[in-house]
């Protein structure tokens, strides 16, 4: 049996450690933060959407980047094999809208209890408040890392090639130390920088699953502000980047929620180099020849109203106020007087509701990293380096991604047990 040392207990970390000390395998786990999953922690606002129970055909479709080099790892860890891990760890769960899957109790901390009490049944050896420092190599194959006991609290915590460190002597190294997004909680990118110096290569990282910044002063005003059942589409031009239907959330910044971030995650490259176009249809249920309908009917119960007291039924009442200013509608006419080209333009309005996006936010507001190990230098089947023998990776470290919704927890879990399931193969 090898000697199995795992950098990071993070989701990918904690699901490998299971797994190899599953195999008999002697596992040591370093983690520089002061407990286990403190990313895991905040998933989902604190509930923990971890993983998603769609078919094969939606897990798949959900990977923004590099889906193909997934197919193995889905293939042999499921998401429905996550949920049974999970059930057999004792973690009830529950399945919400869009097929997330939650703990029953909306507690992100029953899921790290449940991987927590595991790798303690299993004699998984934890460091925490211990970094490491550097990863040694001979000859092409791994062979080890050294490490620093890092103070407790906050000053002086990041460790670096001076700090006084300790040589741990390893067959293998699983390198889980996430990507760049949350840096609060240590992903500030130390997997990229091991793997570089051993000669691998990092694709260009870029914050994902991000809230977009907007430049119509009006935004602001609708900060908080969540729209539901919405559609919304990312336009280049005329050319449509991305569609998607859910909810979306107003920020002080520009906007944010579900289907905005996911739309970030394909976008990302793009609006670096100019601004783009998002669409908002408010009503996309209705036509527009159903919606005009819809208004003449609230017009006509209405009609000795002013416009500006007559969107009640129909609009949130902190979008009223904007839509009004948008519709170049005199806010004080009486909707009886209204034109028909003038409700037109405002049926126009509520269909093609449109912001411009200038940019993102930054790696601190990200949910994940887009970038990573380039995937070319990693075996698809066993997560192995095609550099270095006995070096493996898993999760947000390799440049793959996916949308929201619970698909990036299932990749690291994923990819976790294909690295630790052919230690020794």
């Known amino acids: 049996m090898s000697r199995v040392i795992i950098i990071g207990g993070g989701a990918a970390g904690m699901m490998a450690s299971i797994v190899a000390a599953g195999k008999g395998h002697k596992v040591v786990l370093f983690e520089k933060n002061e407990k286990l999953g403190k990313k895991l922690f905040i998933t989902g606002k604190g509930r923990c959407n971890f ?44 399945i919400e809208r869009g097929n997330r899957v939650f703990p029953e109790s909306d507690h992100s901390s029953d899921v790290i209890n449940a991987l927590s009490r595991e790798m303690n049944r299993l004699n998984v050896e934890v460091h925490l408040n211990t970094a490491v420092v550097d990863i040694v190599e001979e000859n092409d194959s791994f062979k080890g890392v050294k490490v620093s006991t890092l103070p407790k609290g906050g000053k002086g915590r990041e460790a670096t090639s001076e700090t006084e460190t300790e040589f741990v002597e390893g067959d293998v190294c699983i390198l889980a130390t996430g990507g760049n997004s949350y840096q609060s909680t240590g992903s500030t990118g130390d997997g990229y920088r091991f793997a570089k110096k051993m000669g691998h290569t990092v694709t260009p990282v870029l914050p994902a699953l991000v809230p977009f910044v907007t430049r119509e002063e009006w935004s602001g005003r609708l900060q908080g502000l969540s729209l539901k059942n919405i559609s919304i589409s990312v336009m280049d031009g005329d050319k449509e980047l991305y569609s998607d239907f859910g909810e979306m959330l107003f920020t002080h910044y520009g906007v944010s929620g579900p289907v905005v971030l996911s739309a970030s995650s394909f976008v990302s490259k793009i609006i670096r180099e100019k ?83 200038t940019g993102l936010r930054g790696f601190n507001e990200a949910i994940i990293t887009q970038g990573g190990i380039n995937v070319k230098e990693i075996n698809p ?5 095609k550099i270095v023998k006995g070096l493996y990776f898993a999760g947000e470290v390799i440049d793959v991604d996916a949308v929201t919704g619970g698909f990036n927890l299932q ?12 230690i020794g193969e």
């Open 51 to 94: 993983t998603n129970s769609g078919d094969e055909e939606d897990i798949r479709n959900s990977v923004v980047t590099n889906q193909k080099f997934l197919f193995s790892a889905f293939k042999r860890f499921s998401n429905y094999d996550t949920m049974s891990f999970f059930d057999e760890l004792g973690l009830k769960f529950k």
């Open 275 to 357: 601004s783009l176009k998002l669409v908002i249809d408010l009503k996309p249920a209705l036509s527009e020849e159903q919606l005009d309908d819809r208004i003449l009917r609230d017009f006509e119960e209405e009609k000795n109203k002013a416009f500006k007291n007559s969107l009640d039924k129909l609009l949130p009442k902190k979008l009223i106020p904007v839509v009004i200013e948008l519709s170049e509608i005199n806010p004080d006419k009486k909707v009886n007087s209204i034109t028909k080209e003038e409700r037109l333009k405002l049926v126009y309005l509520l269909k093609h509701f449109t912001l411009t996006l």
């Open 381 to 385: 089947t066993t997560m192995e380096s």
């Open 411 to 422: 990749i690291a879990w994923s990819t976790a047990y294909a690295a630790a399931s052919h």
